[in-house]
């Protein structure tokens, strides 16, 4: 349940307190990567014709009316590729995937090249489990990172097992029947 807080027009609005202290940064890396996430690999159209992809395990829905989601990204060519064109799809890796992962992240075998699936206005990842295309309508910098909000314009799915990254480590999780 979400309540909402009451305005009284007599209260004057107070700013948070400031924070001084902040968790040891390897203490803070050790304790988040004990979160299980799912991975995915954001690409965009590279300006030239062909498709620029990064992995990432920092992607959400934040709404299902009108379908909304967000990625975070630090600043480099993917940040500057999607600020540019206002475009990013999503694919969600299939636990059969581990290799795209890898690509993604610079880690390339110099034989193997990804397959893609041609979509309305940017490429994803053929054998993903779920594929989006979203269009940014908002972007907000956190730090050392920006936010990017997307409406999704396109999206489908397949049956499979996911791929997850749990204390720095891959992860093939069993699932039961559905």
């Known amino acids: 349940m979400t309540r909402t807080a009451q305005a009284h ?16 940064s390897i ?12 991975i995915a690999v954001v690409t965009m159209d590279d300006g030239a ?28 060519y993917a940040h500057e590729l999607i600020s540019k064109s206002g475009w990013y799809g999503v694919s969600v890796l ?5 290799q795209h992962s890898r690509y993604f992240c610079g880690r390339r075998d ?4 990804p397959e893609f699936v041609a979509g309305d206005y940017v490429s994803t990842l053929l054998g993903s489990l779920a594929r989006f295309e979203c269009k940014v309508f908002d972007t907000i910098d956190v730090h050392d990172h920006t936010l990017f ?6 999206c489908e799915s397949e049956d499979g097992s996911p791929l997850m990254f749990f204390a720095s480590t891959y ?5 039961g029947d559905r």
């Open 27 to 38: 203490k803070f890396r050790t304790s988040v990567a004990l979160f299980a996430t799912g």
């Open 149 to 154: 909000l997307a409406r999704v314009t396109r």
């Open 110 to 113: 110099a034989d193997w090249i």
């Open 94 to 98: 299939s636990e059969s995937q581990q």
């Open 49 to 76: 014709g062909g498709v620029h992809g990064a992995t990432i395990n920092s992607f959400t829905s934040i709404s299902l009316d009108p379908p909304t989601v967000m990625i975070s990204l630090k600043p480099g």
């Open 9 to 24: 027009p007599e209260a004057a609005p107070t700013a948070p307190a400031p924070v001084d202290t902040v968790a040891d």
């Open 171 to 175: 992860h093939q999780p069993v699932l």
